[in-house]
């Protein structure tokens, strides 16, 4: 026998990659997670992924007959257009048969009759496993069965003419959305975002929320709020982290600390910690972050893996537009001192001594926010940051209790080096945040050195200047605060005294590191999506807004404040 294409067989333009069939799932279920993950690369393997995974490796089960088959083989098409791993193809009653193995339930004809059917997607992906199984073996493919292991069922498919076509048009479809530079918008259909594994990364409720900021703020949003992963922070010298199948060994003199692979978002190494290349290589395959810092809390290098291609393309092509440059960095500017005048103003609450003193400052900094609301210009808004800094870190010690050492009080901002105890704890800080927004613009797949506000006047990446900004104070300024109102740092142990400046020693070091872990864990509501969660997490979700600004919703970027 022969294969059945159609003699109008769509023919994929030679420079024109095929799409994997798996693909067809995704389309089918949401273009946008379509074009997510095809086009864009972005993939989010949840526990029904990965149980699906496991399932194809595992539970294919074998012929107990003299049948003839084949399992788990790839198949491609230029001119279908198409390629993937038929689970196994069988002889059945003279003609091979595609099969496909599905972890969960198959539908069913209506709730009263329970026949079994295949679910549309299951149908198309058989089907195209059949068209590509025909085209390699040069025989025709009447038939698809699509075992639901859950249910114990196996439903067959017969390829017909009219799947044959459906296939076509999807393939067709995949490739007119592959050609689009654009997100497709979010499904109108709530209930599949709920159980969509890229939920993380499309967050459908924050931008119906931009769309619709009535009604839509009552449903719940999908980002998770709880941090599953910690970062592992090497801070002992000698150091080795080695890999041990799914867990990472770090070495030290005194033995070794087993912790599985995926605890961990991130493994960064200070000083002279070491890391080998097979730890790096699985870091990289399991989406961990590796990152070098030096003992001054300096981030000098990390691992970056390849891709994200449509999403830079994106982010290039809308800052180098003056005005989102301008409006961005606008929103920005008016959150930091936003942050620093509720700061002050909340620090100083109930303290009538402390309030007196500040409230020059106070005024100044509100005026500074108003002319920065209606700043025409970068420039502009340099000079109302600078003025709002200026009268913030003035009034700095109002913060501080009395019992507070004289050593560790403000005595004017130093930075490159701190000259004091102070000054060396909000440096060191501001490190981690800027080490924390680096690691994650990487793992969401925007290029850092792509910003919108500071200038590449150094090594230093603009985007992680610009976002990092947000955070001083709530990621670092107010816990550390607060840590020395307790009375938490030594000015004797926790500090390395030089002549011009000062640096953490490794207690010091370690203490801060754990603030600042701490506080990561600690969570906050959010005033524009009203949802709670951890400051672990926020870093992550204000940059998804941020990309947000330039792929199709915008406004809700930015939007953080002190309650
Ligand atoms: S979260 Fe919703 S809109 Fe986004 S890709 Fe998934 S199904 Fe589509």
Not at 81 to 104: N, S, T
Request: neutral net charge.
């Amino acid at each position: 026998m022969t294969a059945n294409l159609d003699s109008n067989d769509t023919v994929a333009a030679p420079e024109e990659p095929p799409i994997r069939v798996m693909a067809l799932h995704a389309l089918l279920y949401c273009e946008r997670l379509f074009y997510l993950e095809e086009v864009e690369g972005l993939y989010e393997a949840d526990e029904r992924v990965y149980a699906g995974r496991r399932l194809h490796e595992e539970r294919v089960p074998k012929l107990d007959d003299d049948s003839r088959e084949l399992r788990s083989f790839e198949v491609s098409s230029e001119s279908l257009g198409l390629f993937g791993k038929v689970d196994a193809a069988r002889i059945r009653d003279g003609d091979w048969v595609a099969y496909e193995h599905k972890k969960g339930r198959c539908k069913r004809v209506s709730s009263s009759d329970k026949t079994p059917m295949a679910w549309p997607s299951d149908r198309l992906q058989v089907a195209a496993y059949a068209m590509l199984l025909e085209e390699q073996l040069g025989q025709t493919v009447t038939q698809g069965r699509i075992r639901y292991h859950q249910d114990n069922v196996t439903v067959r498919v017969p390829i017909d003419d009219l799947i044959r076509a459906e296939v076509r048009a999807a393939v067709e479809m995949m490739r007119r959305l592959r050609r689009s530079g654009d997100r497709p918008p979010v499904s109108d259909n709530e209930k599949l975002c709920r159980r969509c594994s890229l939920r993380v990364i499309c967050l459908p409720e924050e931008e119906r929320i931009t769309v619709q900021p009535e009604g839509a703020r009552d449903r719940a949003t999908l980002f998770p709020s709880r941090r599953d992963r910690r970062t592992l922070h090497v801070t002992t010298v000698p150091a080795t982290v080695k890999r041990s199948a799914r867990q990472l060994h770090v070495e030290t003199d005194e033995g070794t600390k087993k912790i599985p692979m995926e605890q961990v978002d991130a493994v960064v190494l200070y000083g002279g910690a070491q890391i080998t290349s097979q730890a790096i290589a699985a870091c990289v395959h399991e989406k961990v972050a590796v990152q070098w810092v030096t003992t001054g809390g300096r981030v000098t290098g990390m691992v970056e893996t390849p891709g994200r291609v449509r999403q830079r393309i994106r982010q290039y092509t809308a800052l180098t537009q003056s005005d989102i440059c301008l409006q961005l960095a606008r929103v920005t500017v008016v959150a930091k001192i936003q942050f620093q005048l509720q700061y002050l103003l909340r620090g100083t609450r109930g303290n009538e001594i402390a309030r007196a003193a500040a409230q020059a400052d106070i005024e100044m900094i509100r005026r500074a926010v108003s002319r920065a609301e209606k700043s025409e210009s970068l420039d502009s808004l340099r000079g109302e940051e600078g003025i709002a800094a200026r009268h913030y870190f003035s009034s700095f010690n109002q913060l501080l209790s009395d019992r507070v050492a004289a050593s560790l009080r403000m005595n004017g901002r130093t930075k490159h080096p701190p000259r004091d105890r102070l000054n060396c704890l909000l440096s060191y800080g501001y490190s981690m945040i800027f080490g924390l927004v680096q690691r994650t613009i990487l793992a969401i797949g925007l290029e850092p050195a792509f910003g919108y506000f500071h200038q590449p006047r150094t090594t230093a990446p603009p985007l992680v200047m610009d976002v990092m900004e947000l955070f001083r104070t709530l990621l670092w300024e107010m816990p550390l605060v607060g840590s020395l109102n307790r009375g938490q740092w030594d000015e004797t142990s926790d500090f390395e005294i030089y002549p011009g400046h000062v640096w953490l020693s490794d207690e010091g070091r370690k203490k801060a590191i754990t603030l600042f872990e701490t506080r990561l864990t600690e969570s906050y509501r959010h005033p524009y999506t009203d949802q709670s969660l951890e400051y672990g997490r926020m870093v992550e979700l204000e940059l998804r807004l941020l990309e947000k600004e330039w792929s199709g919703s915008s406004g809700a970027f930015g939007q953080l404040r002190i309650r």
